[in-house]
């Protein structure tokens, strides 16, 4: 058990791909409230289709897989990028922003915002088969395999949190001190991500 734990954590935090998603969600995102909307999605979503897949119980091809995700990270960084020009959209302080209750002040909410959870737990459940692949558990059925597999799953959410803590106030931040460099930064970080998620879909897509 605990070698899957950190087998997990060393596969989010190494993985890329799994990283890149996590940082377009955390852009997207303005409130902490969101942020743990988002990443409950996101973790129920993978949680599910990691253990069934790992299990046996579905079979999806990595060909198939693998370029599902670089789009939903593609995706995701595209609307950031739009929303990052539209301008600023937080009001209040850091406080503010790290506040679970909703904002004093009302916020417009965008159609990313109407859609975001249940665009990341569709995404969610692709990633979920990432996960369960970059095992290529062949076992049969035991409680052990099932534990250790729950362990993984640990250490993916661990690394997740880990990244979420000290990302997610870094970027409230640089959004309610500074936000014209917020802007800026983001719109160069997004499109850094598009950009790379686009490369990826491409390769994958054509078998490299």
Excluded: K
């Amino acid at each position: 058990m605990g070698e899957f734990f950190v087998l997990g954590g060393e596969h989010l935090l190494f993985g890329a791909d799994h990283v890149l998603f996590l940082l377009a969600l955390l852009i997207g995102t303005r409130r902490l409230r969101d942020v743990v909307w988002t990443a409950t999605a996101f973790t129920v979503a993978h949680s599910v289709t990691f253990l069934l897949a790992a299990l046996g119980v579905v079979s999806v091809p990595a060909a198939v897989v693998e370029p599902v995700i670089a789009a939903s990270i593609a995706v995701v960084a595209l609307v950031d990028l739009g929303q990052v020009r539209r301008g600023p959209t937080v009001h209040g302080s850091v406080r503010d922003a790290l506040r679970l209750r909703a904002p004093a002040v009302r916020e417009e909410r965008t159609a990313w915002d109407r859609w975001r959870l249940p665009v990341v737990f569709v995404f969610g459940l692709v990633h979920g088969l990432g996960f369960a692949g970059a095992l290529g558990i062949d076992a049969a059925w035991s409680w052990t395999l099932l534990w250790s597999l729950l362990s993984f799953n640990v250490g993916i959410e661990a690394v997740q949190l880990g990244i979420v803590a000290v990302a997610f106030p870094l970027l409230a931040l640089l959004r309610t001190r500074t936000p014209r460099v917020a802007r800026w930064a983001l719109a160069v970080t997004t499109t850094a991500i598009a950009a790379t998620a686009l490369y990826w879909l491409t390769t994958r897509l054509l078998g490299q």
